[in-house]
């Protein structure tokens, strides 16, 4: 047999040192490259070592074309998660059957800790239970630890201090050991940041030292305050961040137009949302011989924010502003935002400038950047425009602004008529839902908000934008932070197609041709929003990658962020490499820096959403229990959204609430689950209930720390007389047995014994 030749004997140890590390997770060939920092000469020579050593046994591939060492014999490492009846789930990292953990067997474990675990021999269920569908298994140590901050309520005993978790689902009170000193006496009933010491001894208690006081739990404030803190945000900048941002120049000095195109006397305004307070892109259009100049200015916000200053580091460890129900946590500070970085109307500004010819029948021929100065002629909002392109009249738009709005609406219907139908992007129609804070600072209405026209004139001008720069970029062959959105993966295409055929649509789309066969299929039918629900949450989330992997549902090869730079941080990595390109500068940012950027810009977007979709989830269930309060139960029209073991997963349509109509309060039949769990059916009298059914419910309980909203169908007792199909007949010499109420049985009463004396 052939030996390998040193430099790949060299390439297979690097390979399985790097599997080796504790923290290492199966990854794809590319991102295995990537994380191992093999240039792309060597691709081939690394797909070769790593068939050597599938080969030799001394490395797997998983599913997903994942690759990892072999597990061992006793244990196997993954993701533990810990439900709220306080047992784990655990999934490997390969992938396969998940495990179930007693509450006993998490050990030191918590939410989330990826751990190794040990598969526990099968063993017979307690006499009447039912037998564990999934194998059971055991943590034998935590390799990574998922919270290492964790936010609570203080509590004091006469001997010790200790904070319960607002995540209830770690399942630990945490012992306080030490508080920094600045913090002082904090009082009970305070909410604080707990940093979580070493914990290897489940017999021990959990500890750590408080190094936050948020405030008092009654403060309305705190509640927010608290969101942020729990995925790693801070609503208040440093000191030195703001001592930073107070050196900036309130208005442009001689030496910031030095090198810049002038666009002054070019016709420019922006759109926003009315309660906009910082405007970062603004349009302008010009008639030419073969078709538009349709300019994008985008605010400069590189040229005032140095890299690694310490406002450039603070912005990198927010990645991007949060909009929560009722605040802005914006990424750098609003002395820059609202002021000199933003495209205020009737002042000169700095902008990153994209022209881009585009012809009648919409296509984008030419497009080139420019560093500029403009100076916007007006501020508009959505509505404004939307009143404009419904008919009515605005005698505060300026005729010039109208004359191009008007111009510019059907060249955007050509251009997004283009990318929906001949590119084949999704479409997809997914509501937005506003809060309407009171004078109280309590929610006083929830509104569903609709795509608007005028908002989606605006997002393509800002599509046709971010796409011109990646082609500059890739043209240069220069790295970029590029947005990605991968194609959904087998198991995703199986379970949307599932869900698709539970609402009755025949369809088992495997392309994004065929989603949008579906689209046009639903379009205007009451089961659309269900059809654009069963999709979406079947497509996996978009990120950030150092690697153009296309964005699947745009339908674009390549794509960039260069549109909100005063809100996302790799849109502000693009506008230094843009500049920098423009000049005929050196690179700022290595291939190593841009992949570091990249994750944890995706981090901080998933932590973002999580926060605002907490926020909105906390007041709407605030909300919900005060309508309890005064009695406002229903009935509301809701939609069966999924099907759960324990009842129908439903939303209401008004504000998209979601709760949970339990198969214990509907008393006219037991339920049982079909396979794929998109139907529920009665064993006795046949009714069902399934994914996209529309039924009426009433509210009966609200649980706000826990986000619980329960409720029952309208008019249960007449529904329950509605009964589909005949009984079934009971065969002689046996009893028929059907639950009722989760505990009565049909069939011959028991004799009532006497109490003998």
């Known amino acids: 047999m052939k030996q390998p030749s040193s430099k790949k004997a060299g390439l297979q140890e690097r390979i399985l040192k790097h599997m080796s590390n504790p923290k290492y997770r199966p990854l794809s060939r590319p991102d295995l490259a990537k994380a191992m920092r093999i240039h792309s000469k060597e691709r081939n020579q690394l797909r070769q070592a790593l068939i050597n050593l599938e080969t030799a046994g001394k490395v797997v591939s998983l599913r997903k074309n994942r690759w990892a060492l072999p597990e061992t014999r006793d ?16 999934t490997p990292d390969c992938g396969k059957e998940e495990f179930y953990i007693a509450k006993d067997d998490l050990k030191c474990a918590l939410h989330e800790d990826r751990v190794s675990i040990e598969r526990l021999p099968a063993k017979k269920p307690p006499r009447g239970r039912p037998a564990f569908r999934n194998p059971e298994g055991r943590v034998v140590s935590v390799l990574e630890r998922k919270a290492q901050e964790v936010v609570g309520l203080l509590k004091r005993t006469p001997y010790y ?51 936050e006081d948020i405030g008092h739990s009654d403060d309305p404030n705190v509640e927010m305050q608290c969101i942020l803190r729990a995925h790693g945000f801070r609503q208040n900048f440093s000191e030195e961040v703001l001592a930073e ?32 307070r910082d405007f970062d892109d603004a349009i302008s259009l010009e008639k030419v011989s073969n078709g538009w100049k349709l300019s994008v200015h985008i605010a400069d916000v590189a040229h005032f924010v140095p890299k690694n200053s310490a406002i450039d580091k603070e912005a990198l460890h927010r990645g991007n502003s949060i909009y929560l129900v009722d605040r802005v946590v914006m990424m750098i500070p609003p002395e820059l935002t609202t002021k000199i970085c933003s495209l205020n109307p009737n002042v000169d500004r700095l902008a990153h400038t994209v022209e881009m010819t585009i012809t009648e029948n919409g296509q984008m021929v030419a497009a080139q950047t420019c560093r500029s100065i403009i100076h916007s002629d007006a501020r508009l909002n959505y509505d404004q425009v939307q009143a404009l392109f419904d008919g ?47 004078k109280d600072g309590k929610v006083a209405s929830i509104e569903k908000g609709e795509a608007k026209e005028a908002y989606q004139l605006i997002e393509e001008c800002m599509l046709l934008a971010n796409v011109a720069v990646a082609r500059k970029l890739k043209e240069a062959q220069w790295p970029a932070i590029h947005r990605i959105h991968e194609e959904p993966d087998a198991e995703m295409w199986a379970q949307m197609g599932a869900e698709l055929q539970a609402l009755g649509i025949d369809a088992l789309p495997a392309t994004r041709a065929d989603i949008n066969a579906v689209l046009e299929k639903v379009a205007g039918h009451p089961m659309e929003y269900s059809a654009n629900m069963a999709i979406l949450t079947n497509l996996k ?19 960039v962020h260069f549109t909100s730079p005063i809100r996302r941080y790799p849109d502000l990595v693009v506008h230094r490499l843009l500049t920098a390109l423009e000049q005929n500068g050196k690179q700022p940012y290595r291939s190593n820096d841009i992949e570091a950027i990249a994750a944890q810009c995706t981090r901080t977007e998933t932590e973002a959403d999580a926060a605002e979709k907490e926020s909105i989830a906390l007041r709407r269930a605030e909300y919900y229990r005060d309508l309890l309060y005064k009695g406002e139960t229903g009935p509301y029209t809701a939609c069966v959204i999924k099907v759960l073991g324990k009842g129908l997963l439903i939303e209401l349509e008004d504000t998209l609430q979601r709760g949970l109509v339990a198969f214990s309060s509907i008393t006219d039949d037991r339920y049982e689950l079909n396979a794929s769990k998109t139907k529920a059916t009665g064993t006795r009298w046949g009714k069902s209930f399934q994914i996209g059914d529309e039924i009426e419910v009433d509210l009966v309980k609200v649980d706000v720390q826990r986000n619980f909203v329960d409720f029952h169908l309208t008019g249960q007792e007449q529904f329950s007389a509605k009964k589909k199909g005949k009984p079934q007949r009971r065969k002689k010499g046996k009893k028929q047995t059907v639950a009722f109420n989760g505990n009565a049985k049909y069939g011959k009463k028991p004799k009532k014994r006497r109490n003998r004396k």
Request: net charge negative; charged share 35%.
């Open 161 to 211: 201090a200790y904070v319960i978790p607002d995540n209830l689902r770690l399942g630990h009170d945490v012992r306080v050991a030490d508080v920094e000193k600045e913090l002082g006496e904090i009082p009970d009933d305070h909410k604080v940041v707990i940093r979580l010491n070493e914990w290897d001894d489940p017999f021990k208690p959990l500890s750590g030292t408080v190094i």
């Open 541 to 559: 989330r978009a990120g950030y990658s150092a690697e153009p992997a296309g964005h699947f549902g745009l339908a674009f090869d390549d794509y």
């Open 75 to 90: 244990t196997i490492a993954g993701i533990v998660r810990v439900t709220d009846k306080g047992f784990g789930i655990f």
């Open 392 to 438: 009515e009249t605005d005698d505060q738009i300026p005729a010039s602004v109208v004359e191009a709005l008007k111009a510019l609406r059907p060249l955007i219907r050509t251009i997004r008529k283009l990318r929906t139908d001949d590119d084949g992007s999704l479409e997809l129609d997914t509501p937005q839902i506003k809060c309407i804070l009171g």
């Open 245 to 276: 941002a107070e050196k900036m120049p309130h208005e442009l000095r001689p030496e910031d137009y030095e090198g810049r195109t002038d666009l002054r006397e070019r016709l420019t305004f922006t759109i926003d949302p009315e309660t906009a």
